[in-house]
């Protein structure tokens, strides 16, 4: 039976990334989940991404261990993972939310853990200009 789990993180853009490279991150990561039945929404400031995944457990496992290699981000936490009965997101879906500020809605996730972090998210992402 496969297990259905969410995983979310938090990362910033590696100093020597170009913000460019942000554009060819989303791609990869569309054309890949799909194939990966893997959703979710991955939100980015201009400084610090976080992303929730979503999916078969061991595809999902796999999947962070590959993002947590990838050199156009750095400092990867890993903040929040558990089983889940359904989906919260039907597509794959990319965010781009512009704030420089170290108090900005993605850094204030960071004073979250478990279900509380996941709500936060949520609740916060009404005000992340989200494109899908
Ligand atoms: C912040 C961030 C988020 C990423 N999210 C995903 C993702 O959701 N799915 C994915 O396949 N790759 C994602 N990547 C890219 C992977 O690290 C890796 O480059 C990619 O999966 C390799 O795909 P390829 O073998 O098809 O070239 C992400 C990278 C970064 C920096």
Redesign the pocket.
């Known amino acids: 039976m496969s297990l259905l789990t969410e995983l979310i993180y938090i990362?910033e853009l590696a100093p020597t990334a170009r913000l460019t490279q942000v554009a060819d991150?989303l791609n990869?990561?569309r054309a890949?989940?799909q194939v990966?039945h893997?959703t979710?929404i991955?939100v980015f400031d201009g400084l610090r991404?976080v992303?929730h995944?979503e999916g078969e457990q061991s595809v999902v496992m796999q999947?962070f261990r590959?993002?947590q290699?990838?050199t156009?981000?750095t400092n990867v936490r890993w903040l929040h993972d558990s089983l889940i009965e359904n989906r919260r997101f039907d597509a794959?879906f990319s965010g781009y939310w512009h704030d420089d500020s170290p108090d900005g809605a993605i850094a204030s996730l960071q004073n979250y853990s478990g279900v509380g972090l996941r709500s936060a998210l949520h609740s916060r992402i009404g005000c992340f200009d989200l494109v899908s």
Do not use: K
Request: zero cysteines.
């Open positions: 990362s991150v990869r990561a890949n989940n990966l893997v979710g991955l991404f992303q995944l999947l590959r993002i290699q990838d156009r981000h794959f």
